[in-house]
């Protein structure tokens, strides 16, 4: 098995609350920086793959918070798809500080669609670089 993807993210102060910890939706938008970069480093975007009609809407997420982030952290989100077949895509992440302690464990679920929101399968080429970093 493959190594996860790991994207790293500096906490910003916009993204704290007044007690000083990232508000807990503001993972969903570090997952999905995350999610995008990794599709990068496969030589691919999201952009590229929206013109060529597909997209991958989220269809459940789950998150699991274990420490809060606080301003200034800096995260490493790793990332690895954990379901790849006909018309799903799954990936689970981890969110870790600079220290190593693990504060989020997630897992999204998305589908594979075309831009008028129709089902259809996963693009081939995805899937045959997908397929050997799937985690176990």
Same mark, same amino acid.
């Given at each position: 098995?493959?190594?996860?993807?790991?994207?790293?993210?500096?906490?910003?102060?916009?993204?704290?609350?007044?007690?000083?910890?990232? *508000?807990?939706? !503001? =993972?969903? +938008? /570090? #997952?999905?920086?995350?999610?995008?970069?990794? @599709?990068?480093?496969?030589?691919?975007?999201?952009?590229?793959?929206?013109?060529?009609?597909?997209?991958?809407?989220?269809?459940?997420?789950?998150?699991?918070?274990? *420490?809060?982030? !606080? =301003?200034? +952290? /800096? #995260?490493?989100?790793?990332?690895?798809?954990? @379901?790849?077949?006909?018309?799903?895509?799954?990936?689970?992440?981890?969110?870790?500080?600079?220290?190593?302690?693990?504060?989020?464990?997630?897992?999204?679920?998305?589908?594979?669609?075309?831009?008028?929101?129709?089902?259809?399968?996963?693009?081939?080429?995805?899937?045959?670089?997908?397929?050997?970093?799937?985690?176990?």
């Amino acid at each position: 098995m493959a190594d996860p993807y790991r994207y790293t993210h500096r906490v910003s102060y916009a993204e704290c609350t007044v007690g000083n910890h990232i *508000y807990h939706s !503001r =993972y969903l +938008d /570090l #997952l999905e920086a995350a999610r995008g970069e990794f @599709l990068r480093s496969l030589g691919v975007t999201v952009l590229a793959l929206q013109d060529a009609d597909f997209i991958f809407p989220v269809i459940e997420a789950r998150l699991s918070y274990k *420490y809060p982030a !606080r =301003y200034d +952290d /800096l #995260l490493m989100i790793e990332v690895r798809p954990t @379901l790849v077949e006909r018309i799903r895509l799954n990936f689970a992440h981890r969110v870790l500080n600079q220290h190593g302690k693990l504060l989020v464990e997630a897992e999204t679920f998305h589908c594979c669609t075309s831009r008028d929101e129709k089902p259809k399968r996963l693009p081939v080429e995805l899937v045959d670089q997908l397929l050997p970093l799937m985690a176990k």
